[in-house]
Every structure is written in C-alpha cells, then in structure tokens.
Nanobody
Framework: QVQLVESGGGLVQPGGSLRLSCAASAFTLNGAAIGWFRQAPGKEREGVSCIVAGDGGTYYAASVKGRFTMSRDNARNTVYLQMDSLKPDDTAVYYC???????????????????WGQGTQVTVSS
C-alpha cells in the first residue's frame, strides 16, 4: 500500500520560508505524477503544484507561481515544496498525492490522484 508522509510544516511570519517534504514508500516517485495540495479552514482543497508523469514538467497554481518551487529527489523517493515569500493566505493544511495524473488549466492545478498523505499544517502569521 502506498504511503506518503509529509513533514516540514509550522508557524512562520509573513515573508518567511518553509520547505515541505513528502516521502513515499511502497511506490516509486521517479517518473510518476505527484502533486501538492492545500486546504484552508472553510475552503475547498486547492491544487498548488504538480510534476507530471514522463517528462517531469512542473505546473503551479497562479496564486503561488514565482514563490513556490516543487522538486523531486529520486534517490530519496521524496518530493519537496520550497515556499518563499509566504503570505497569510498560504495558511492551510498541505497534502501530497500521487497515483494518477495532473495538469494546469487557466492557472488552476487539476489532478486525479488516488493516494494521499495525512497533511502538514502551515501557518503564516505575525
């Protein structure tokens, strides 16, 4: 059974940075599609970024483009989300997901993934 474990969340001041990690087991991330999502209280889940299968192209939501960077370490079977210039609106539980596909349409990351991590809380506040 695929297991995804996120870590790296926490409390950070506006303008600060955090790096989230998502470690996978029982599944090889190399060549697979994988994405980061977030859900704030009272809001729908939002796609943040994704790496597509095959060529490994990376898509970002318009709300985070230029501030967030997603990367993959195949040797560690782990993906990362480097978040810079954080804003209070970035406060949410962040999840990684895989086993499926993703794309971006009009600045919105769309995905259909079957395996999800448990999430890590990111709070941006002064």
């Amino acid at each position: 059974q695929v297991q995804l474990v996120e870590s790296g969340g926490g409390l950070v001041q506006p303008g600060g940075s955090l790096r989230l990690s998502c470690a996978a087991s029982a599944f090889t991330l190399n060549g697979a599609a994988i994405g980061w999502f977030r859900q704030a209280p009272g809001k729908e889940r939002e796609g943040v970024s994704c790496i597509v299968a095959g060529d490994g192209g990376t898509y970002y939501a318009a709300s985070v483009k230029g501030r967030f960077t997603m990367s993959r370490d195949n040797a560690r079977n782990t993906v990362y989300l480097q978040m810079d210039s954080l804003k209070p609106d970035d406060t949410a539980v962040y999840y990684c997901a895989t086993e499926g596909g993703c794309t971006v349409v009009a600045g919105t990351v769309l995905a259909d993934f079957g395996s999800w991590g448990q999430g890590t809380q990111v709070t941006v506040s002064s």
